[in-house]
């Protein structure tokens, strides 16, 4: 019979995923049975983890499938108008079932120096995850690909998270990730969805500690994120990141996204996207740009 010609896209936001397959490539074993297509690894979140650039997604980085592995290696930068924020980081992932990361993530405060007369202008985190696949597919099944994750956090910089009523220096958040392509989904082009539910009293992630003054439990924090592939090579998408609000002394307001991302081929995903943080630790508007490289192997 012969094979119906399909393409079919992927897209992980903003560092992102593309997919590509044609009626040839679905009749390749090395496509069905072994390396798994172009990006469906995704790209990395700032927190180390595959998915987009601040909402994690179910799939595992790299491209190993059955007995393979996979690797990758990341760096992410987000500046707005009174911090930057630097990340460098990589990943294992083994048979498309589980993936273990980590992350180092500096965030740069000057103007919060100045204002409060601070010993130092940085805060340092490192983040160490491990995620499972336990259900489902991203393309070849009827129920979304699912997976779980647990990302445990150290500050390492405790020093301004303390003083301003966070409770600890380290937290573990647990993910739980629905993520499922529809080919044809948006206006004959294929559309991705993605929702994530994260147990957390992170602070700005972690970067301001865990827990506070207001709240120290910990809560279910919706996450979601989109894209529309435009060809092959180019996306775009948005996400939006609930946030938990325990501190009395700083507002945390939710982030949000909107991003454009190329993925030239399986080694390189870049992506460049508009960032909107709200308030950050007393300094509103925090609005700016964010870019990713990642190279997998």
Known sequence: MKIIKLIVAFCLLPSSICIAVTDSELASSDIIGRSRLLATGGAT????????????????????????????????????????????????????????????????????????????????????????????????????????????????????????????DSGTDINVTATKLIPGGFLNRNLLLNANL?????????LVGFGGDKNDDKEVIPEISAGVLLNKYWLLGAEYRQKPDNLSFIKEDDWQTAFVAWFPNKRIALVA?????????????????????????
């Open 45 to 168: 979140t700032i927190e180390g983890i595959a998915g987009g650039g601040i909402v994690p997604m179910a799939v595992i980085s790299g491209y190993g499938a059955q007995e393979e592995w996979g690797a990758t290696a990341f760096g992410s930068y987000v500046d707005t108008s009174d911090y930057q924020l630097e990340v460098i980081g990589g990943s294992w992932s083994w048979r498309n079932r589980i993936e273990l990361s980590v992350a180092q993530q500096k965030l740069t405060h000057n103007s919060l120096t100045v204002a409060l007369g601070l010993p130092t202008d940085s805060i340092r985190q490192r983040i160490v995850s491990a995620k499972v696949r336990v259900a489902g597919d991203l393309i070849y099944t009827a129920i979304p690909q699912i997976s779980i994750s647990a990302q445990h956090k150290k500050n390492l910089d405790f020093f301004v998270p303390g003083a301003v009523g966070a409770k600890k």
């Open 198 to 206: 994260r147990y957390t009293n992170a602070n700005q992630t972690g």
């Open 273 to 297: 996207a508009w960032v909107d943080l709200g308030e950050v630790a007393t300094f509103k508007n925090q609005t700016g740009w964010y870019l990713s490289l990642q190279g997998s192997f």
